[in-house]
């Protein structure tokens, strides 16, 4: 399907993480001619009211409090953003995951890009991780954009498992990428558990896995300059994958968080979250829902 004709959608705080997702917009709005948005969201805090019932209260922001905010991002991404791009800041009051999607769909983004951050246990739970949340909640694809993002990706893996979702995963990569680039199309072979000592089932899975990897990277129809290489993977699917990744010294690693095909594993929840725990490369998630509303539209 054709990508959305709206902009790019950043998600700061001001960080330096923050810094890596707004470089990586400004070079995929500059190849898709997309205009930039850049919000900032502060989260209400709670306050404890001594008295009468010793209840937990949100705190309230000034708008004066919030100018301040805008001005401080403005500041820190003014360097970063190229003349003649069209971009602004905004920043809105509430819980993070609930306005970034919210914003998203009121603007229509094509892509919702947010910087690449690992957190420690304890701070999940204190900020129920802001960036999966998102990604159950978001009617655009999603990119986590490490540190490192200086330039398009030139290489890739794409998570392959035949489903709607993930061929809709690999157009949304391919879209993200350096005019000449290699993605790795990576299936991970299901595990089972009848014993088979003679190795059949493996070679006959392989065989038809990789007929159906040749169907997947036709049906792309990629541009010239992009090359595919299927590759066939066994184990767990995360770590197999990161393992890829790092061998292949990969800039980005695409996947869908819900697989309907042969092997139902890119759950949001399971693989894509692995993914985004364990990966220090830069991850572009394609929820389901990006998917529903794209048939919804056309229905």
């Known amino acids: 399907r054709p ?3 709206g902009p ?3 998600a700061t705080d001001g960080s330096a993480a923050g810094e890596s997702g707004f470089r990586a917009a400004v070079l995929i709005a500059a190849k898709s001619l997309a205009s930039v948005r850049v919000m900032v969201v502060v989260e209400p805090l709670p306050v404890l009211v001594p008295e009468p019932s010793l209840v937990m209260q949100p705190l309230v922001a000034s708008p004066e409090l919030l100018n301040v905010i805008r001005d401080r991002v403005i500041s820190q991404l003014g360097s970063l953003a190229p003349d003649g791009l069209e971009w602004r800041v905004e920043v809105e009051y509430g819980r993070p995951s609930d306005e970034i999607a919210r ?7 094509q892509l919702v890009v947010i910087g690449l951050v690992h957190h420690r246990v304890v701070d999940r739970i204190l900020d129920g991780d802001t960036a999966l949340e998102v990604l ?5 694809p999603v990119l986590l954009a490490s540190v490192d993002w200086k330039d398009l990706p030139k290489r890739a893996l794409f998570a392959v498992d035949f489903s709607p979702q993930s061929i ?3 157009r949304a990569g391919l879209r993200l990428l350096a005019g000449e680039s290699t993605v790795f199309l990576a299936h991970v072979r299901p595990r ?16 038809v896995a990789t007929k159906e990897l040749q169907k997947f990277a036709e049906a792309l129809n990629v541009a010239a300059g992009v090359r595919l290489e299927p590759v066939i993977l066994s184990g767990n699917p995360a770590a197999a994958m990161l393992s890829l990744a790092e061998k292949e010294n990969a800039d980005l690693i695409v996947c869908g968080t819900r697989g309907a095909g042969l092997v ?3 759950l949001l929840g399971s693989v894509a979250t692995r993914l985004m725990r364990h990966s220090t490369r830069s991850l572009l998630v394609v929820p389901d829902s990006a998917l529903q509303e794209h048939v919804t539209a056309n229905t």
């Open 3 to 5: 990508a959305s004709s």
């Open 8 to 10: 790019v959608l950043v």
């Open 103 to 109: 914003k998203a769909r009121d603007c229509n983004a």
């Open 136 to 140: 159950r909640q978001s009617p655009a």
């Open 168 to 170: 809709e995963a690999a």
């Open 192 to 207: 089972v558990t009848v014993f088979d000592e003679t190795g059949m089932w493996e070679e006959e899975y392989e065989t």
């Open 264 to 266: 139902q594993r890119l």
